[in-house]
């Protein structure tokens, strides 16, 4: 088999297309150096398939193999799924950690122990009423200050209650939203189903879609934060390219070929994330307080009413009331000027209603403290595998620039290349033979 004169022009025009293509690349790598979710790309170069020579083609009567330049292979994506898998997980866990500490401190707020207004100083204010009655057993006024003191105290005991509610709704309402018609998850559901599709179809055409993966990859990127977001392969042949996003711990997958299944809070078994902190505080965390505010409350009225009968009314938070007038108030149960019973409700300060008190507020505390202490963890982690994805995936100026430098001095060599093959060719078909002319 013979080889055309025009062999190596076609080989340089080769390099020519192949140089140019990277130098596509690289501008579409600059042009997307601030992109949010962009993946770094690259131009992979490989040797065009060899023409096969013939027996003879050799010196030696072997057949040979002829380079013939270089072709792109492939378009390829610089992206690493095991690093997308760590960066998803801690994101998670960063997610759940600020969920927490946002929800756990407005618990502690509504405690109010750092103005006036807060439980254990309205305790502290009702041991000092009958503290003073024991002090004046026949003052009508010190009568009306411990009931005044003692519905306030109720009253307290049932704001706080409710407030903690409404912490409790709040975050049940809150993870509701987020897999709402309108919430984040149903809208991120809804456009991987879609993307499912367009990613399929190029695939299936022979396409590298690589700016759809990218934005798919952001989509799962963003649902980490929300809850435990699992992706494999669809195996169906039909459904080449396609993934399926399962969400939460639902059993059934978010995302499957081009459908979305958005779980209802039910749904979710083990969610994490954001909305997996809501859950745990809504149902758990916030219940746990409410019950301990319970507890004492039903042992505040105990203890009160064993040594006055009658004084509260109710065993609960959201039921503790006075329920004696002032005029019923006893300061002791002798004549006038006894104040046994007086003394004996002051002594009550710092036993076991003020110490169960101290403890709710330790453990809220100590609650809120836990969470930031895991979220300082968390974001650090998280800015280091963000690091580690930006060296990878990441746009590069420097090496770039060197880059387009690299594909640029290649074209040109490339075009020099054509340029002499041309200037051959010129020679034999329009100068030879014109000896003498």
Do not use: C
Not at 100 to 110: E, F, I, K, P
Not at 260 to 282: E, M, S
Not at 305 to 328: D, E, K
């Amino acid at each position: 088999m013979s080889v055309s004169s025009f062999f190596a022009l076609n080989t340089t025009l080769r390099g020519l297309l192949a140089h140019q293509r990277a130098l596509d690349v690289t501008a579409h790598n600059i042009g997307n150096a601030n992109t949010v979710g962009y993946t770094r790309q690259e131009a992979v170069l490989a040797a065009a398939p060899s023409l096969e020579l013939h027996a003879g083609a050799t010196q030696g009567g072997y057949g040979a193999q002829l380079g013939q330049g270089v072709d792109v292979l492939a378009y390829r994506r610089l992206r690493d799924d095991f690093l997308d898998l760590q960066w998803r997980a801690q994101n998670m866990s960063l997610s759940e950690d600020q969920a927490s500490a946002q929800r756990l401190g407005q618990a502690q707020d509504v405690l109010g122990e750092s103005d006036t207004g807060g439980l254990g100083t309205l305790l502290d204010k009702f041991w000092s009423a009958w503290q003073d009655l024991a002090n004046h057993p026949e003052s009508s006024a010190a009568r009306a200050a411990v009931v005044a003191h003692g519905q306030t105290l109720a009253q307290a005991f049932g704001t706080l209650d409710a407030d903690l509610g409404q912490v409790a709704a709040d975050a049940t309402a809150e993870a509701g939203g987020l897999l709402g018609p309108q919430g984040p998850v149903q809208s991120a559901a809804k456009e991987l189903a879609a993307l499912n599709l367009q990613i399929s179809n190029a695939v299936k055409n022979g396409y590298e879609p690589n700016d759809l993966l990218d934005r798919r990859d952001q989509l799962l990127d963003s649902l980490s934060q929300y809850g435990q977001v699992s992706v494999t392969r669809d195996p169906a042949p039909a459904n080449e390219g396609m993934v399926i996003v399962s969400f939460g711990g639902a059993a059934t997958p978010l995302v499957q070929g081009t459908t979305a299944t958005p779980p209802a809070v039910a749904d979710l078994n083990n969610p994490g994330g954001r909305i997996g902190a809501l859950l745990q505080v809504a149902n758990v965390t916030i219940p746990g307080y409410r019950a301990a505010l319970d507890t004492m409350a039903s042992q505040l009225a105990t203890a009160v009413n064993g040594i006055h009968a009658g004084f509260f009314s109710g065993a609960t938070a959201s039921t503790l009331a006075v329920a004696i007038a002032p005029g019923a108030v006893q300061a002791g149960t002798g004549g006038s000027g006894d104040s046994s019973i007086a003394l004996a409700l002051g002594r009550l300060r710092g036993g076991t209603v003020d110490q169960g008190y101290a403890a709710l507020v330790q453990q809220v505390g100590g609650d809120v403290a836990s969470a930031q202490r895991a979220q300082d963890t968390a974001e650090a982690v998280v800015a280091s595998l963000t690091e580690r994805r930006a060296s990878v995936a990441g746009v590069s100026m420097d090496e770039e620039m060197t880059n387009m430098m690299r594909f640029q001095r290649g074209y040109q060599a490339a075009a020099r290349a054509m340029t002499t093959m041309d200037d051959a060719l010129d020679t034999l078909i329009n100068r030879m033979g014109r000896v003498g002319l």
